[in-house]
């Protein structure tokens, strides 16, 4: 743990003892095997000090007559070292010791001899000769290897968490978790917000994902739902007259965990009153460039922004991954006419061609481009063209259908050299953009174009407000129904929904979606009409949101505000993979938690009470 993220534990919390006191400290009597220095804190300076050390046995040899252990804590490793001829009992005890239990020792620091310093180990320098050994707690062998666990089946090390979060990996992890909630609540605090705790219990909001519901005891047939997000509290909080609002908010969305997903999550949530999008943006990246400073990554403010219309051609993603270049260019009018039917029809039908060149590509086998062609209908397009730009011509399965204008052409306007690949798609605008975006993303890794320890900052603004939901027929809130539509497009609302621009914004960092807010509607008037846009009846509008249409007549001022997905940004900053490395209790894949066994089933008493099924009388 280096002390960035570890920090001097001993500075941070009640000092456990008299570090550096002379003598040699017994440790029969009470209290006595308590600490006065942790094990990872220990160097060279500290040598000739007498030290208590508690901890965890990490790994034990025995070699030379002596035994060796790595004696593990929170802040760190250090070598212990037992002598039977200086301390025969401490050395009976320490042929005890197995992996895991949990000891304490008292010993002298000295440095190690010439040749056996570990450079890797920040205590590498030192050793503790060890001269009293309590054992405190005994342990069975561990189901895994804690040094081998990534390797280890998950369910494995979620059914011991407590274990795998012994890991220094872990501990690191939940270490920066800490930091970053501190941090957030400092750089909050500071800029005058208050934190208010929002209810868990509720009603349903709509985030556009499935609710968690809890049945009611006091009133048969009813349920709370468990919030999808603070959403409308936090409105309610501005109408109040907070004026700026936080939150570490716990958030549930019981959805299909395809992704890397928890069924509970945190979000960093915030509301500011008197506000237009350029304050919530300013925030907003002020916080994440700070919670970036933590780790040591630096990034020059303000961030760039680039429109959703803009993002999804050029990157085929409205969160675009900004470390590498590959962008995506429309060709639609170059083969409007072409002889080429199926990009000519494209065209035609109000469709669109899309074109990205990949340089020095011609290298890929024809196994690689047959791959490509494979792979096209997976990422939702009807089909993919490739062209490989030789000296003179493009070699490609659709050159016969080309005139030679055509190519010319197209070698100009996508500045082709000889050597690259170029790749083809045509059909439905949108659907053509994102499949050429997967494209995209397949290819950088594929060629290792993405660029290690880059982190790319960019807004995503002027989201459409509505889109179609093919499956239900229905317009549906590209963010969430509380977002305004920009003032000069709300005649739009119901002439051309499709038009209408949000007032939102979104946070994409290498790729992936921190954070997203938007400004809200604060007249009802205008509520009203984003509800009707969406399909919502007045009935339903009031039976769902009354509350919040009644507070918008009561003076509401305008507000806005953002909530960034804390575990993701966690994950990001400690260079994990998954979230589930920086929550300290995750579900399964499958939304279970083997270590406790939830969800799991429950008695017919408890159902009989919660209304669920007829209750039992009690014999
Ligand atoms: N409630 C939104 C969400 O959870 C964020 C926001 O609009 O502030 O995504």
Redesign the pocket.
Not at 273 to 281: I, P, T
Not at 424 to 431: D, R, S
């Given at each position: 743990m280096d002390g960035k993220t570890g920090g001097r534990i001993m500075e941070q919390q009640e000092q456990p003892g008299q570090p550096g006191q002379p003598g040699r400290p017994g440790l029969q009597g009470q209290g006595e095997w308590r600490r006065s220095a942790w094990c990872g804190e220990l160097r060279a300076s500290d040598a000739g000090r007498e030290v208590v050390l508690n901890g965890w046995v990490a790994h034990r040899r025995d070699h030379g007559g002596l035994i060796f252990i790595d004696l593990r804590d929170r802040s760190g490793l250090v070598q212990v070292v037992f002598n039977p001829q200086t301390d025969p009992e401490a050395f009976r005890t320490a042929e005890t010791l197995r992996l895991e239990y949990v000891v304490s020792v008292a010993g002298q620091v000295r440095h190690r001899s010439p040749g056996m310093e570990n450079p890797k180990l920040p205590t590498g320098e030192i050793e503790v000769a060890g001269h009293t050994l309590t054992v405190l707690s005994t342990s069975k062998t561990p189901p895994f290897v804690l040094d081998r666990a990534p390797s280890v089946d998950e369910n494995l090390r979620l059914r011991y968490r407590y274990l795998d979060l012994r890991r220094p990996e872990m501990q690191r992890n939940l270490v920066l978790r800490h930091r970053l909630a501190q941090k957030t609540r400092e750089f909050l605090n500071a800029r005058g917000f208050l934190e208010i705790e929002t209810p868990m219990l509720t009603r349903s909001t709509p985030?556009g994902a499935r609710d968690f519901l809890v049945p009611s005891r006091l009133s048969p047939g009813t349920f709370y739902a468990l919030p999808q997000?603070p959403?409308l509290f936090k409105q309610l909080l501005m109408v109040s007259g907070f004026e700026r609002y936080y939150q570490i908010a716990r958030?549930f969305r019981d959805e299909d965990l395809r992704a890397d997903r928890q069924p509970e999550f945190t979000?960093i949530?915030i509301e500011m009153s008197f506000v237009e999008r350029e304050d919530v943006m300013q925030l907003g990246e002020e916080l994440i460039a700070t919670l970036l400073g933590e780790v040591n990554v630096r990034v020059e403010l303000p961030l760039r922004r680039i429109t959703y219309g803009e993002a999804m051609l050029r990157y085929g993603s409205d969160k675009p991954d900004l470390r590498f270049g590959l962008e995506i260019q429309d060709v639609s009018q170059l083969f409007a006419t072409s002889g080429f039917q199926v990009f000519a029809r494209a065209v035609a039908s109000g469709g669109v061609v899309r074109a990205l060149v990949l340089p020095g590509g011609s290298d890929l086998s024809r196994r690689e481009l047959d791959q490509l062609v494979e792979l096209a209908p997976r990422w939702g397009a009807r089909g993919l063209v490739w062209m490989l730009a030789e000296a003179e011509e493009l070699r490609s399965p659709i050159a016969k259908y080309l005139g030679a204008g055509e190519e010319a052409a197209l070698r100009k306007q996508l500045s082709v050299q000889p050597g690259d690949l170029i790749c083809l798609m045509a059909g439905p605008e949108k659907e053509t953009a994102i499949a050429m975006g997967r494209l995209r993303l397949f290819l950088a890794e594929k060629k290792n174009l993405i660029p290690p320890g880059r982190w790319e900052l960019v807004w995503v603004v002027d989201f459409p407000l509505l889109e179609w939901n093919e499956e239900e027929r229905r317009l549906e809130a590209v963010?969430?129904p509380f977002t305004s539509p920009r003032q000069e497009d709300v005649d739009l609302l119901a002439t051309e929904p499709l038009r209408v621009r949000a007032n939102a914004y979104d946070l994409v960092l290498n790729g992936v979606e921190l954070g997203?807010?938007?400004i809200r509607n604060h007249r009802r008037e205008v509520q009203e009409r984003v509800f009707e846009a969406l399909g919502i009846s007045p009935e339903e509008a009031r039976a769902k949101f009354g509350f919040l249409l009644e507070a918008l007549e009561y003076g509401a001022p305008p507000h806005g505000?953002?909530?960034f997905g804390f575990d993701r940004l966690v994950m990001l900053l400690a260079g994990e993979e998954t979230i589930r490395d920086v929550i300290a209790f995750p579900k399964t894949q499958s939304g279970a938690d083997p270590l406790t066994g939830a969800p799991a089933a429950v008695s017919a008493a408890q159902l009989g009470e919660l209304h669920i099924i007829p209750e039992v009388p009690v014999a």
């Amino acid at each position: 743990m280096d002390g960035k993220t570890g920090g001097r534990i001993m500075e941070q919390q009640e000092q456990p003892g008299q570090p550096g006191q002379p003598g040699r400290p017994g440790l029969q009597g009470q209290g006595e095997w308590r600490r006065s220095a942790w094990c990872g804190e220990l160097r060279a300076s500290d040598a000739g000090r007498e030290v208590v050390l508690n901890g965890w046995v990490a790994h034990r040899r025995d070699h030379g007559g002596l035994i060796f252990i790595d004696l593990r804590d929170r802040s760190g490793l250090v070598q212990v070292v037992f002598n039977p001829q200086t301390d025969p009992e401490a050395f009976r005890t320490a042929e005890t010791l197995r992996l895991e239990y949990v000891v304490s020792v008292a010993g002298q620091v000295r440095h190690r001899s010439p040749g056996m310093e570990n450079p890797k180990l920040p205590t590498g320098e030192i050793e503790v000769a060890g001269h009293t050994l309590t054992v405190l707690s005994t342990s069975k062998t561990p189901p895994f290897v804690l040094d081998r666990a990534p390797s280890v089946d998950e369910n494995l090390r979620l059914r011991y968490r407590y274990l795998d979060l012994r890991r220094p990996e872990m501990q690191r992890n939940l270490v920066l978790r800490h930091r970053l909630a501190q941090k957030t609540r400092e750089f909050l605090n500071a800029r005058g917000f208050l934190e208010i705790e929002t209810p868990m219990l509720t009603r349903s909001t709509p985030e556009g994902a499935r609710d968690f519901l809890v049945p009611s005891r006091l009133s048969p047939g009813t349920f709370y739902a468990l919030p999808q997000s603070p959403q409308l509290f936090k409105q309610l909080l501005m109408v109040s007259g907070f004026e700026r609002y936080y939150q570490i908010a716990r958030c549930f969305r019981d959805e299909d965990l395809r992704a890397d997903r928890q069924p509970e999550f945190t979000q960093i949530d915030i509301e500011m009153s008197f506000v237009e999008r350029e304050d919530v943006m300013q925030l907003g990246e002020e916080l994440i460039a700070t919670l970036l400073g933590e780790v040591n990554v630096r990034v020059e403010l303000p961030l760039r922004r680039i429109t959703y219309g803009e993002a999804m051609l050029r990157y085929g993603s409205d969160k675009p991954d900004l470390r590498f270049g590959l962008e995506i260019q429309d060709v639609s009018q170059l083969f409007a006419t072409s002889g080429f039917q199926v990009f000519a029809r494209a065209v035609a039908s109000g469709g669109v061609v899309r074109a990205l060149v990949l340089p020095g590509g011609s290298d890929l086998s024809r196994r690689e481009l047959d791959q490509l062609v494979e792979l096209a209908p997976r990422w939702g397009a009807r089909g993919l063209v490739w062209m490989l730009a030789e000296a003179e011509e493009l070699r490609s399965p659709i050159a016969k259908y080309l005139g030679a204008g055509e190519e010319a052409a197209l070698r100009k306007q996508l500045s082709v050299q000889p050597g690259d690949l170029i790749c083809l798609m045509a059909g439905p605008e949108k659907e053509t953009a994102i499949a050429m975006g997967r494209l995209r993303l397949f290819l950088a890794e594929k060629k290792n174009l993405i660029p290690p320890g880059r982190w790319e900052l960019v807004w995503v603004v002027d989201f459409p407000l509505l889109e179609w939901n093919e499956e239900e027929r229905r317009l549906e809130a590209v963010h969430h129904p509380f977002t305004s539509p920009r003032q000069e497009d709300v005649d739009l609302l119901a002439t051309e929904p499709l038009r209408v621009r949000a007032n939102a914004y979104d946070l994409v960092l290498n790729g992936v979606e921190l954070g997203g807010g938007s400004i809200r509607n604060h007249r009802r008037e205008v509520q009203e009409r984003v509800f009707e846009a969406l399909g919502i009846s007045p009935e339903e509008a009031r039976a769902k949101f009354g509350f919040l249409l009644e507070a918008l007549e009561y003076g509401a001022p305008p507000h806005g505000g953002i909530a960034f997905g804390f575990d993701r940004l966690v994950m990001l900053l400690a260079g994990e993979e998954t979230i589930r490395d920086v929550i300290a209790f995750p579900k399964t894949q499958s939304g279970a938690d083997p270590l406790t066994g939830a969800p799991a089933a429950v008695s017919a008493a408890q159902l009989g009470e919660l209304h669920i099924i007829p209750e039992v009388p009690v014999a």
